[in-house]
């Protein structure tokens, strides 16, 4: 009840920012974009996880607002990369709330346009349980701003109920496997199976495909011989505040 009141006050008193996880090609390590996510700094109580507070947000009728903040600071962050001469593809997280708001696309392509950056260095991560239960109105909206040149991202694939052939039928472009699935890389053959799977079906259907956690050498060099495109995780870089991105990519240039 404590989170939900102080969230209320939190985007009013500027205590929400953004931090950006680098994403990379699985092959090269060229930086290929970023994913933002949402930190909480409250005044007393310090850090307070997404885990924690997002939860709260959709309960409380208070995403809406919330997602909308994302946005904006998103976008507007998408400017000042696009100035300085170092554009950056971002995905933002889109709740299921956010998606029910029939405003969204306009929303979405007046924030764009407001800020004078092209829909099509914004991806939209929805995670996969989200895109699997949700209703015809809500996959029109998510076609209008794929049409608009949004990119869409299915999150946290492999921890919802979908079969491989549900796919086929989602209107998305990129498929994330969430890091539950690379556990089993390097001792367990099934669940490496299952993964070099996903990744041909993916490809078949069109889709790319990024994999998010990876923390180890052994993964990583796993998904390249399965063919992975994007790779994200604590290997290669932490989520980090914009600046230090920029130092982040100057070090590697
Ligand atoms: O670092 P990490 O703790 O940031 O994120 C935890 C969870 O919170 C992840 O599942 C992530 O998708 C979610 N999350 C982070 N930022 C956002 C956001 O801006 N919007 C939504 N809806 N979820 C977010
Ligand atoms: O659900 P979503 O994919 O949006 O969540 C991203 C979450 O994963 C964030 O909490 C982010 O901090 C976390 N994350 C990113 N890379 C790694 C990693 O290599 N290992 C672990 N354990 N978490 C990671
Ligand atoms: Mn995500
Ligand atoms: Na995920």
Avoid: Y
């Amino acid at each position: 009840a404590r989170i939900e009141a102080e969230l209320r006050h939190a985007i009013a008193r500027d205590e929400l920012s953004l931090h950006f996880q680098p994403k990379l090609d699985c092959r090269t390590l060229e930086p290929r974009g970023v994913e933002a996510l949402l930190r909480w700094v409250h005044p007393t109580d310090g850090a307070i996880a997404p885990s924690r507070f997002i939860p709260v947000a959709e309960q409380s009728g208070q995403m809406a607002a919330l997602g909308s903040a994302v946005l904006r600071m998103a976008i507007r962050q998408m400017r000042v990369w696009q100035d300085a001469g170092t554009p950056r593809r971002v995905a933002v997280n889109v709740s299921p709330v956010q998606l029910e708001q029939p405003g969204l696309v306009q929303e979405v392509l007046e924030t764009l346009a407001a800020h004078g950056v092209a829909a099509d260095w914004l991806e939209l991560e929805i995670t996969e349980s989200m895109l699997m239960s949700t209703r015809t109105p809500t996959l029109a909206r998510i076609e209008r701003l794929r049409a608009a040149g949004v990119h869409v991202s299915i999150d946290d694939f492999g921890t919802g109920f979908s079969n491989l052939s549900q796919l086929a039928r989602l209107p998305s472009d990129v498929l994330k496997m969430d890091r539950s699935l690379l556990e089993g890389i390097g001792s367990n053959p099934k669940a490496e199976a299952i993964l070099q799977a996903t990744v041909r079906m993916a490809h078949a259907l069109g889709h790319r495909v990024v994999a998010e956690g990876i923390e180890t050498e052994a993964q990583h060099a796993f998904l390249d011989g399965i063919g992975c495109d994007l790779v994200q995780g604590f290997l290669f870089a932490r989520p980090m505040p914009a600046a230090e991105v920029d130092a982040w990519h100057r070090a590697r240039a």
